[in-house]
């Protein structure tokens, strides 16, 4: 016997130990490297491969598998040792539902199942009994049978035809409406039978009277009122849906199976004693996953014990299903009831630190309830506890007037009610912003159909390795939230003033984005002479000219960038802005930048007509200079083979066979010169004579070629960074 226990002790401990370096190996996975691969072998291996290479095949999957641009990016979790041994718990419970079939893995089984049955009674619900099922679509299926059983008598015995109609009443805010309407279809029961129920106010509330109602007209329609399920938190404000008393009386009242889901339930292991707080719950449903952070750990359905449900069929699947504990059974030793209620208690008090930093920052309006601080020495107030932070920013409390220098009250900052969308584009940037500064926080943007965007904070919506902010966190978020408030309130304040400057510019025109921008906007600069573009050339010229701006902006300051508008042109665009930016200063850099670059542009214009002209009139030089020698050396030298002969029985002066001089165009000066001196000193010489009064004619230009220059009408350049000449190549004589 000692043998045999020592070879399963030893075979428990080589799962642990393989998968322990599994799950190691692929949270080290490094997603930096991520790239994509053509094609995947899909085919099956003729071979056995070892164990090392299908893992190695895993990990190449997760580094190479084909992406898309709206693919998910790749997050590989970090594990803490809680959520470590939990993974791992689920390889050693495929061993042990192995370990010798019949009587003695059922008293294993028993007697984990006792003992997580009796850790979860005491801290949750008393006198219960729980089911362990992998979603919350199977616990909602689950309650809904356990409701028709305790009913319906001959349910067990004849099932759904035994059932009158019944009604399923529930709220239409309910996130786990989803999973309920699955759970009606998995049962078998017509979709027809859930009834929505109206609320009362924001805060998610039953209207009781509204369902007081509902089930009276059931009644009088022969249709059996059966269940009611309510959320404790889950809704997107983190609303409840009413007092946990309230609706526990009002169910008890008309027979109505009461179904409790929510994060707030988890507010039962903080209170000294929570018989009174259920007695009259029939069942509800604890998610250790999301409220803990834990992986592989089953979702809990803990129901009170009705003797209707002490029969064969119940029974049968409680057995099948109590190893299912096993991971909760790990975690809950290795944390202890201490680390998990004070988990609990973190949280909540998470929710009222940001609550008070929240309300605190001007220009925000907070949509959740306002929960109370917990504190274990005052009384246990269960309805007080909220599990949700839903803020937004909307200008509240920022100052909207202003007094002008004619001592007329103006308005300042721009509101939220004339300017939603663009409301919803600063919450999206702080929500970013938020998100890449402080992820430890878990804030999550979040779009509503009547707020709009809005940023949500959840310390019940862990994910895997995820823990509860520290206070240390909080007390550094808060400078930053404050720094990102005074942002917000800088830009809507100065809005205005934008678009006012904007108007009275002559040069500059306020667009409308492309893109969901959240600074000032963005503004194209359109010189006097082209207002009108009416031509797709006109378009081109000034989405250069923009493109240009934004360049010779960015190159002294980083808080410009470049936009697109809805048409498509290009634009400057402006981002966010502190209360010390000067807008007007802003603009007048703009229309500074503008006007150089359209005076770089004119001068380059001017230029472009010196050169012009300048090489017409080289042209026209050397072409006289040419006919002149055609005339002085003779027609006949041109002529084939009569030139030859002439050119050899009388040949050509020495000095005139160097041939027709170049011209060489100055564009500091706008002259056009002889190359002679260049070939003479192999240098460029002063244009101007040497002040000694010697003779330096060679030096100067030559009276044909000054005359040519002042019929061309060249204007010198007086740029002084234009330095530099265009020579005209020396023009060879005519072949002969």
Known sequence: MTDQQNQESSEVEKIITKSSKIISKLSEVDTRVLTTQSSINIDLPAEPRAAYEIFNNLEHLILFSESSDDDDEIFMPSLDDVSHLAIVSQAVLSYVKNISPGTRLMKISNNIYKQVTSWLSALFFADSLPTFLPTNADCLAKSLRLALTCKYESYIKEGLQSIKNCSIYVVSTNPYLPDLKFAVHLIGLPQNSIKIVQVTDGNESIDLIELEKLISADTAANVVPLYLLADLGSSFVGGINGSLSELSEFC????????INGPVLAALALAQ??????????????????????????????????????????????????????????????????????????????????????????GFKILSKRPLPYDPKESFNFDAFTSIVLFQFDGSGVSNLQVNENAEVV????????????????????????????????????????????IRYSPFELSTGEKVPTLETFTEF??????????????????????????????????????????????YYVPENMEKMETDQEKTELNKLNVQLVEKLRSSD????????????????????TSETDIEELLDLVVC?????????????????????????????????????????????????????????????????TGIRGRSLNLQQGVVESTENIYKYHMQLPLNPPQNGRNSSSHSRNESQSSTNSKQGIQPMTAPAVQQQISVEESKQPAT
């Open 411 to 454: 308005k300042k900052a721009i509101d939220k009610v004339n300017n939603t969308s663009y409301f919803d584009r600063l919450n999206s940037w702080l929500g970013q912003t938020l998100e890449r500064d402080f992820p430890q926080i878990q804030l999550t943007l979040m779009d509503h159909s009547v707020y709009g965007t809005c």
């Open 593 to 657: 930048a503008g006007n150089e670059i359209q005076e770089s542009s004119k001068a380059l214009d001017s230029m472009a007509e010196v050169i012009k002209a300048g090489i017409h009139a080289a042209e026209n030089d050397l072409q006289k200079e040419a006919d002149e020698k055609l005339w002085n050396d003779g027609i006949l030298r041109v002529v084939p083979l009569v030139g030859g002969v002439l050119n050899w029985i009388n040949p050509l002066p020495k000095e005139k066979e």
């Open 273 to 362: 004693t929570q018989s009174e707080l259920t007695k009259n719950i029939s069942s509800m449903t604890l998610d250790f996953e999301s409220w803990l952070g834990l992986p592989s750990v089953p979702i809990v359905l803990m129901h009170k014990q009705f003797p209707a449900l002490k029969q064969g069929i119940f029974e049968i699947e409680s057995d099948m299903r109590k190893l299912e504990c096993f991971p909760l059974w790990t975690v809950i030793q290795n944390l202890g009831r201490d680390k998990i209620v004070n988990s609990f208690a973190q949280s909540f008090q998470s929710c009222f630190i940001l609550h008070e930093m929240v309300s605190k920052t001007r």
């Open 558 to 577: 980083n808080a410009f960038s470049l936009g697109e508008s809805i048409d498509g042109l290009a634009c400057v665009r402006f981002g966010m802005v």
């Open 478 to 523: 808060y400078e930053f939230f404050e720094s990102q408030s005074d942002i917000l309130c800088a830009t809507i304040q100065k809005k205005q003033t934008f678009i006012d400057l904007i108007e009275k510019s002559p040069v500059l025109r306020i667009v409308q984005l492309a893109d969901d921008w959240a600074g000032l906007g963005g503004v």
């Open 252 to 259: 008890q009242k008309h027979g109505l199976w009461l179904h």
